[in-house]
């Protein structure tokens, strides 16, 4: 009795041409991708080709813009990893139909055309928007932390680089005694690598001393010069001090990646950027910018002004109305910024009771020492500030703002209103960071400089957002 299997010949030839469009089910990811590609607006990337067809033949934009959408969306980042992927996964070879181009010609591809690159964002919103899929009368904005493509052991001190310096220098003269630029061993090319790395390392240490100098007390302290010349009047405050953290600039500076920061996470420091994100409550990013700012309040404003710019090219007729954040981006700029309604937690979600009454209890003691029960100095002791500042609230007090905004905003968020619309923060945007850091593994960027990881993080939240139509659909 014999067993019956199906024959295995390795050795056969296919009878007729193999299609790629037999390879994969009709509603495959693949397939999207390139529906989507197809409808692109590309002539972005054309610009950087021959129009009269002479020179050797190039890869299409289009396959390789697909190719680059593809590998993003399923979480494959790396150009060794893609051009791998190009000849082992049927998915890649459907979408790259059945070429292989190199890993230097992807990253080429990817660093040649950033800025289109960072267009596809726009591109794939106006799709959000034609479906009818952006609701944008309510908005979430985030930020996070992504490792950029650098290591903190790259960091340098402005001495440690002014050495370097030096160091490049004298081995750069040494070889020079020995060897002459155009000698055939080659050594002219390393010759020039070395002066083209002294020249970052001194841009580098010129941006450091530069910072330096403009948080200097000296420059503060001319600033506050040409105010008090201009107005007639002296700055009324205390007066800064020289030892203040304020006139502290940045000690060190990345020599791989100069725009990444040393930024704190819930898990101690990264080297790296931090990335913004502004959604709807249906976790469509309608904005995404990234920072090497290690506060998120200073990008509260620029989001929400691109958020609207990005809506309105992308076709959409509905407007943004409120916005909530977290206590990351507490500020009174921000609360108190024309256009949208802002529901900022001044602290974290279950120490709000607990600031309320510390304000509660100060705006008391300020009425005592307005009633004059108690004097500057005993308020500022109890609430352990300076005199200054004990005056400050009471001139506050005076102008007919009784209630910090601390505790305005406090008593707007425990409204029913209040507590309904704060709730709806973590549910739209905290999922967004979560599908793309811990479902696709994107937790750093491979390009380096803030434009390329910029473009690299549009792109990122662009697939985000086509990945969402993809499951709607």
């Known amino acids: 009795m014999a067993y019956n299997f199906t024959r295995v010949d390795r050795e056969q030839l296919m009878l007729m041409p193999p299609s790629v469009a037999d390879w994969l089910p009709e509603g495959h990811l693949a397939w999207f991708v390139l529906d989507v590609v197809a409808e692109l607006d590309l002539s972005g990337f054309m610009m950087g080709y021959r129009a009269d067809g002479r020179g050797g033949a190039a890869y299409d934009p289009e396959m390789m813009l697909a190719v680059l959408i593809y590998a993003y969306c399923v979480g ?110 080659g050594l002219g090319d390393e010759l020039r690598e070395r002066g083209g790395r002294r020249a970052r390392l001194r841009a580098l240490l010129d941006e450091l001393e530069s910072e330096a100098a403009g ?24 007066r800064p001090v020289p030892t203040a953290a304020t006139h502290r600039s940045r000690r060190e500076a990345n020599v791989t990646d100069p725009d990444s920061r040393m930024l704190k996470t819930k898990d101690g420091y990264l080297q790296g950027y931090n990335a913004q994100a502004v959604a709807t409550e249906q976790q469509f990013v309608i904005a995404a910018e990234v920072t090497n700012q290690a506060n998120d309040a200073p990008a509260y404003a620029p989001m929400i002004k691109a958020a609207k710019k990005n809506l309105r090219t992308a076709g959409e007729s509905r407007q943004v109305r409120r916005v909530v954040a977290d206590a990351g981006y507490w500020s009174i700029e921000n609360v108190n910024l024309k256009g949208v309604e802002s529901f900022i937690a001044p602290g974290r979600a279950r120490k709000l009771k607990r600031i309320a009454d510390s304000e509660t209890q100060r705006t ?84 380096r400089g803030l434009a390329a990881v910029d473009s690299e993080w549009k792109l990122i939240c662009a697939t985000h957002n086509l990945l969402k139509i993809y499951r709607l659909a």
């Open 76 to 185: 494959d980042r790396s150009s060794r990893r893609i051009e791998k992927r190009l000849v082992e996964d049927v998915a890649f070879r459907v979408v790259g139909a059945n070429q292989q181009p190199d890993h230097a010609t992807i990253a080429r591809f990817r660093a040649t055309h950033q800025t289109a690159i960072a267009g596809i964002f726009g591109q794939v919103l106006a799709l959000c928007a034609r479906a009818g899929l952006l609701r944008p009368g309510l908005i979430a904005i985030d930020g996070t932390k992504l490792n950029a493509n650098a290591s903190r052991d790259a960091n340098r001190t402005a001495a440690q680089i002014a050495e370097e310096i030096l160091a490049e220098a004298a081995a750069t003269d040494a070889a020079e005694d020995t060897v002459a630029a155009e000698d055939e061993t």
């Open 215 to 238: 948080k200097s007390y000296e420059a503060h302290m001319a600033k506050r010069a040409e105010i008090e010349a201009a107005t007639g009047k002296p700055i009324r405050g205390r």
């Open 364 to 447: 008391a003691l300020l009425q005592r020492v307005a009633d004059g029960e108690i004097n500057t100095d005993e308020a500022a002791e109890q609430l352990g500030v300076t005199r200054a500042r004990v005056n400050q609230l009471l001139r506050r007090q005076r102008n007919g703002n009784p209630d910090p905004l601390t505790t305005t905003m406090i008593a707007k968020l425990d409204t029913p209103r209040g507590r309904k619309t704060y709730k709806k923060r973590a549910a739209t945007i905290e999922p967004v960071f979560a599908q793309i850091k811990h479902n696709r593994k994107i937790r750093d960027l491979s390009r």
